[in-house]
């Protein structure tokens, strides 16, 4: 699979740890990463249950913060940022695709496409244009006025991609997206993501445990107990 | 910022549980509203009796009516002092009244009883108080036991119906042949007699409570006061009329604004504790609503704002019940004892806007209390273990 980099990276992390603390035990869930992500690569992160996929996925998202190491990510040195920070951080640069879908049940299909351009100062009717464009680019047009509960999975989490990519960040991070999916939706939705990659040049990295879905991705890369293997 | 269609869709998707805190509320607004509206009328009643132009003249030290006796042959002097209207006819424009108060059986309650106000006047009482109009039947005639009455007593005291008759005392029937109202003042909860018949009957002969007078203009009065007053040996006071009634009015008002307070307080502790706990489920249900949020950039403090809103939203939609059971109070009347006088008067509820206004106001503000905290909460979820749940 090709995929769209030219070289610089996008993602970088320069041994990366992260421990959680639970009642004064520590458990070190990343151990001392070192990775390079290309701009405009699809890379795929798979590994057992608990080896630490989401934690390195949130830090990348700039959801939380390494323990020690340097974590930079378009060019934003994210480690060192503090909360509201990293909020406005993560408004600009990356698109976020969860198992759950996570659309807010009470808006319709537009409504939550709209919300992130919330963030950014857009007069109304240019806020309706941009979320009618992303909801055509991933096919549910005629769908706009619906509720999430009236839509069904494959449909729920195209809306999220939409969402993910109407701010244009360059960054979109996928955690487990065709997790919850059938084999058809979940290829539809594997299609949208290497449509992006490839037409739209953003940098994806997506978690997975399914192989069919990794083997989209440009670079599979596994984790095992906190070590990149 | 969230949109606040995101607040109000997701307070009607638990819609018995909005509805449940949004009456506790609005029972609060309702009670504030009611007791605020209930001591401005008070006030309009029993200060809408006193004109700027009319003095009131009683005993020295008499704080009402009811505690002031004055000698008849005072009367004249008080008449003849400068400043007091004369009338086309040169009379002046002014007379002596007596007022007793008596007690009177409430029709269908069991031997219930309640304060009346009599006032005994003279001939020329409509001349007098202009405001006065005979509304149903006919002025009593001078010197006979014939009586009109307030039209805010008629049907609530056994007799006091036009046509029927009653005892002022033991023994001394009188007939209702007219019905008056006086421009909402507290005399409509009076019963007015010759001043003859209420003298014979209560053994006040030579005798008047108060008399009142009407001036040339308001700026005459400190003339008139100091004339009334200098003469040490008459013993008189003399107060403008709408001064009188502003101090009658005070207890009355202030005790029920206390006790409206004090019960709104009781009853604000409760619904806000409703709000709380209703504010708190939310919080809790859309951890992963809240999440997101985060994780798409909103900031902790436009989370804050957004529950702070729905909290609001909440409490204003119980204070739009209150305040629509308080509107519908402006058709009600409440009888109930001035303290003043010991008579039983009826009120209104004004439904002054600034004053529903304020118990609208009052109501926000529990949202804001009450969703302080459960807001607070939700400000801090962390996305990342939103996530994880
Ligand atoms: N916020 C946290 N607090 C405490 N422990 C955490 C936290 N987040 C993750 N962990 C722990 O870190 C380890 C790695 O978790 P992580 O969610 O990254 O695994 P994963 O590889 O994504 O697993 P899965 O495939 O099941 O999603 C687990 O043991 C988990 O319990
Ligand atoms: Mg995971």
């Known amino acids: ?229 | 910022m969230i949109p606040i269609a995101y607040n109000v869709r997701s307070l009607f998707v638990r819609k018995a549980t909005t509805i449940a805190t949004a009456l506790g509320i609005g029972l609060v607004v309702f009670v504030l509203a009611a007791s605020l509206m209930l001591g401005a009328g008070i006030k309009k009643t029993l200060v809408s009796g006193g004109r700027p132009d009319y003095a009131l003249v009683l005993r020295k030290g008499s704080d009402t009516e009811l505690a002031s006796s004055i000698e008849v042959r005072t009367v004249s002097l008080v008449l003849a002092a400068p400043g007091v209207k004369k009338a086309n006819d040169g009379a002046p424009v002014g007379s002596g009244e007596l007022v007793v108060v008596i007690t009177m059986e409430k029709p269908g309650t069991d031997g219930q009883v309640s304060n009346v106000q009599v006032r005994g006047i003279s001939d020329n009482v409509l001349t007098l108080r202009p405001d006065v109009k005979v509304i149903e039947g006919r002025a009593p005639t001078p010197g006979t036991d014939e009586v009109m009455v307030g039209r805010g007593i008629v049907g609530r005291f056994t007799g006091v119906e036009l046509g029927k008759s009653f005892e002022l005392k033991k023994n001394r029937p009188v007939k209702v042949v007219g019905v008056f109202e006086a421009g909402g003042s507290s005399f409509e909860s009076e019963i007015w007699a010759d001043i003859d018949t209420v003298r014979s009957s209560f053994g006040r002969e030579g005798l008047v409570s108060s008399v009142t007078v009407r001036l040339d203009s308001p700026s005459r009065f400190e003339a008139f006061k100091a004339v009334m007053e200098t003469d040490k040996q008459l013993g008189l006071e003399a107060f403008r009329e709408k001064d009188y009634y502003e101090k009658q009015s005070q207890g009355t008002s202030i005790f029920v604004w206390a006790l409206g307070i004090l019960i709104t307080i009781f009853f604000s502790i409760g619904a806000m504790i409703g709000a709380t706990i209703t504010m708190n489920a939310a919080v809790a249900q859309r951890q992963r609503e809240i999440g997101t949020l985060r994780a798409l950039g909103f900031s902790r403090v436009s989370i804050l704002f957004s529950f702070l809103l729905e909290a609001v939203v909440l409490a204003a939609i119980g204070g739009a019940f209150g305040l629509f059971g308080a509107f519908l109070l402006s058709f009600a009347e409440v009888s109930m004892m001035n303290f003043a006088t010991f008579q039983e008067v009826t009120f209104g509820f004004d439904p002054n806007p600034v004053l529903l206004g304020a118990a609208f106001v009052f109501g926000a503000a529990m949202g804001v209390l009450g969703g302080f905290f459960p807001a607070l909460r939700a400000a801090s979820v962390s996305p990342v273990d939103a996530m994880r749940a």
Do not use: C, W
């Open chain 1, 1 to 229: 699979m090709t995929q769209a980099t030219n070289g610089t990276p996008m993602i970088r992390l320069e041994k990366v740890s992260k421990t959680f603390y639970r009642d004064k035990e520590a458990l070190e869930v990343l151990k001392s990463i070192d990775l390079e992500i290309q701009e405009g690569a699809y890379e795929a992160l798979m590994g057992p249950s608990g080896s630490g996929k989401s934690t390195l996925l949130n830090l990348i998202a700039g959801l939380d913060r390494p323990t020690s190491g340097k974590l930079t990510v378009a060019g934003a040195d994210i480690g060192a940022m503090a909360e509201d920070q990293r909020a406005r951080f993560r408004a600009a640069n990356i698109g976020f695709v969860f198992q759950t879908y996570n659309l807010m049940p009470v808006l319709t299909a537009r409504e939550n496409v709209e919300l992130p351009l919330l963030l950014a100062k857009l007069p109304a009717d240019e806020r309706r244009k941009r979320a009618e464009i992303a909801l055509k680019v991933v096919g549910l047009e005629h769908r706009m006025d619906h509720l999430p509960r009236q839509l069904s999975g494959g449909q729920e989490q195209r809306v999220a991609i939409a969402r993910a990519i109407v701010t244009d960040p360059k960054i979109i991070v996928a955690d487990e997206p065709t997790g919850d999916l059938d084999r058809e939706s979940a290829n539809e939705i594997l299609n949208l993501l290497e449509r992006l990659n490839r037409e739209f040049k953003k940098t994806i990295v997506m978690v997975t445990h399914d192989p069919a879905a990794a083997e989209r991705a440009g670079t599979v890369r596994r984790l095992d107990k906190g070590n990149l293997v």
